[in-house]
């Protein structure tokens, strides 16, 4: 019975000790962020004041400006609510007997998430540029792999917010998360980005965006292992729902300083 109380007692130790640590590096990570924002903003005005013989040229320079902006931003956004899932689930034990909603909060991360990259991602697309859905869906592969991405976060958010509400208590459900993490993350080592073969050193930016991706993926291997053992009873259990949200803010972090 006492090593029973002490190891709660650790862990909620361990929590207080964590939060101030990952507040510190939260907010170094949106340094990057706001850089890369000013960065590509610099570019783009470069680009628009660059004499160009051929104003077809001038544009297109501008347009692979612009997609490229908006990919880093999508890139940031995402890994800014992944990293606010697990703090906040980090910071669960601390306020769940005086709010008990507040199991909700972090699935609703992945919600947000995941709307976001539905209907933001891939501006081409109606309502924002003149391709169908259709054809899009059908004719890129990177565009299909976005909106893969996006459906993976909104069923990871909905499952897990009918589980913390107690409606859904199948025993397959507290494997959905693990088994969605490792789909999602396999999908990464075939992900299609076309934004990589623009400029002057093409292959190097593709193997720099490869190399981001491989990462995300092993985090997210990472993340869908640990839950899936946090989900398991045994010893280690306590361990394992800590390096859970851990992994997230990891992923998160890296997302956040993603760079084409």
């Not at 069923?155 to 107690?166: S, V, W």
């Not at 980005?193 to 997210?220: C, D, K, T, V, W």
Request: net charge positive.
């Amino acid at each position: 019975m006492r090593t029973s109380r002490v190891l709660p007692e650790r862990l909620l130790s361990l929590r207080l000790k964590l939060l101030p640590l990952v507040l510190v590096a939260i907010v170094p990570g949106f340094q990057p962020l706001v850089h890369t924002q000013k960065r590509s903003m610099n570019e783009i005005h470069a680009g628009m004041a660059m004499p160009m013989d051929d104003p077809a040229d001038a544009g297109r320079s501008v347009k692979l400006l612009a997609d490229k902006r908006e990919s880093e931003f999508n890139h940031h956004l995402a890994g800014f609510f992944v990293l606010l899932a697990g703090v906040l689930l980090l910071a669960e034990g601390l306020v769940r007997e005086r709010w008990r909603l507040f199991r909700l909060v972090w699935p609703v991360c992945f919600l947000l998430g995941g709307l976001f990259l539905l209907i933001w991602s891939d501006t081409e697309l109606w309502p924002f540029g003149p391709q169908s859905w259709y054809y899009g869906l059908t004719n890129h592969r990177e565009v299909l792999q976005h909106k893969t991405f996006s459906v993976l976060l909104l069923a990871l958010g909905a499952i897990e917010i009918q589980r913390a509400r107690g409606v859904l208590k199948a025993a397959w459900a507290s494997w959905a998360f693990p088994v969605l993490a490792v789909i999602g993350s396999s999908m990464l080592f075939f992900h299609d980005h076309r934004a990589g073969m623009h400029g002057p050193n093409p292959m190097e930016l593709m193997h720099r965006i490869q190399s981001e991706h491989f990462s995300y993926s092993i985090a997210g291997f990472g993340i869908g292992l640990s839950k899936g053992l946090a989900e398991t009873r045994f010893a280690w259990k306590p361990f394992f729902e800590q390096l859970f949200p851990a992994l997230l803010m990891v992923l998160g972090a890296l997302l956040m300083v993603y760079v084409e």
